[in-house]
C-alpha cells in the first residue's frame, strides 16, 4: 500500500456567487494537483457559503457545483472534493430542501456523495437542510477515506462505527472563528481515540455575519499535528499513509478493547 497525498485547501467564499468561487478556486485546485495531491478538498458550502437561503442556493443533484469537482478532477487527474447544497431527485416534491452533500469527485468521471447526517440545530439548519442517513466511505488509491461534515464532528460515536475500515476521516467544515477550540481538540480527538488519519478543512473569512478562522488541520493515527493553517487561504499537503494506520492498531491494540 503506498501513501496517498491529500492537499487541503483552506480559502474565502464569495457569498452566494458560485462562478465567482469557481474562478477563484480553479487556480488553488491546480496548484494543489501541482503539489503532488492525488485528493484535494474543499470546505464546507464551498461554492456558496453557508446560507440558510436554500431556495435561492439549492441545485440540482449533479448541478453546477458538483459539475465543477468533476471537471477539476478531469482536468488534473485527481480526486477533488467539498459540499454543496444539493437537491436529491428522490425528495417528495412538497418538500424541496437540499441536502448538505459532501462530493467526491474521481478523475475517471465516479462521483461518491456523503449527505451531512447532523444538520446543525443550534442555527436550525435542519428547518432549511435535508439530513442524510448514510455512511459514505470510498477507496482512494488504496486508502479508504470516510466523509464527514462540519457538525458531524461533535458526534463520537459515528467515527468509532466507520474506524475500522477508515483510514482515514475527511471532514469538510464552515467552523466559526468562536468555537475555534472546540474544532481543535474535537479533530485531534478524532484521531487519536480512531487510530486514523483525520483530515479538517475549514474557511476563513467572514460570511453570513460570522468570521472563520480556517485552523485547517491534517492529523496523524497518534494525534500528531502534520499540516495545519490559521487566518488566511492556504493549501496544506500531508501524505496519508494506510501501512501506518495498521501498524499503529496493531502495535497498540485499543480497537479491539471496544464494548
Known amino acids: 500500500m503506498s501513501a496517498l497525498r491529500v492537499a487541503a485547501i483552506q480559502h474565502e467564499i464569495v457569498w452566494?456567487?458560485?462562478?465567482?468561487?469557481?474562478?477563484?478556486?480553479?487556480?488553488?485546485i491546480a496548484g494543489a494537483a501541482a503539489g503532488g495531491a492525488r485528493l484535494v478538498l474543499l470546505t464546507e458550502t464551498f461554492s456558496t457559503g453557508f446560507s440558510f437561503d436554500t431556495d435561492g442556493i439549492?441545485?440540482?443533484?449533479?448541478g453546477p457545483s458538483s459539475q465543477f469537482l468533476l471537471e477539476q478532477a478531469a482536468t488534473h487527474g485527481v480526486w477533488v472534493g467539498g459540499s454543496c447544497p444539493e437537491?436529491?431527485?428522490?425528495?417528495?416534491?412538497?418538500?424541496?430542501?437540499?441536502?448538505?452533500?459532501?462530493?467526491?469527485?474521481?478523475?475517471?468521471?465516479?462521483?461518491?456523495?456523503?449527505?451531512?447526517?447532523?444538520?446543525?440545530?443550534?442555527?436550525?439548519?435542519?428547518?432549511?437542510?435535508?439530513?442524510?442517513?448514510?455512511?459514505?466511505?470510498?477507496?482512494?488509491?488504496?486508502?479508504?477515506?470516510?466523509?464527514?461534515?462540519?457538525?458531524d464532528l461533535r458526534f463520537a460515536d459515528e467515527f468509532w462505527t466507520l474506524a475500522v475500515d477508515t483510514d482515514a476521516f475527511l471532514v469538510v467544515a464552515n467552523w466559526p472563528a468562536k468555537r475555534r477550540l472546540h474544532w481543535q481538540t474535537l479533530l485531534r480527538a478524532r484521531a487519536i481515540e480512531n487510530q486514523a488519519y483525520?483530515?479538517?478543512?475549514?474557511?476563513?473569512?467572514?460570511?453570513?455575519?460570522?468570521?472563520?478562522?480556517?485552523?485547517?488541520t491534517i492529523i496523524d493515527p497518534v494525534g500528531e499535528v502534520l499540516a495545519s493553517g490559521a487566518g488566511?487561504?492556504?493549501?496544506?499537503?500531508?501524505?496519508?499513509?494506510?501501512?501506518?494506520?495498521?501498524s499503529t492498531r496493531s502495535h497498540f491494540r485499543f480497537l479491539q478493547d471496544r464494548r
Open 16 to 28: 452566494h456567487d458560485r462562478d465567482a468561487n469557481f474562478e477563484r478556486l480553479a487556480p488553488m
Open 232 to 246: 488566511g487561504e492556504t493549501v496544506l499537503f500531508a501524505d496519508i499513509d494506510p501501512a501506518f494506520v495498521a
Open 87 to 151: 437537491i436529491s431527485p428522490d425528495a417528495p416534491p412538497d418538500d424541496p430542501r437540499p441536502s448538505n452533500s459532501f462530493v467526491v469527485a474521481g478523475p475517471d468521471g465516479t462521483v461518491h456523495r456523503y449527505r451531512k447526517i447532523h444538520p446543525f440545530s443550534h442555527a436550525e439548519e435542519e428547518k432549511y437542510v435535508r439530513a442524510g442517513t448514510e455512511f459514505v466511505t470510498v477507496e482512494i488509491d488504496g486508502v479508504r477515506v470516510s466523509l464527514f461534515v462540519c457538525y
Open 58 to 62: 439549492g441545485e440540482p443533484e449533479g
Open 198 to 216: 483525520v483530515v479538517g478543512v475549514n474557511r476563513v473569512g467572514t460570511g453570513g455575519g460570522l468570521e472563520y478562522s480556517g485552523d485547517s
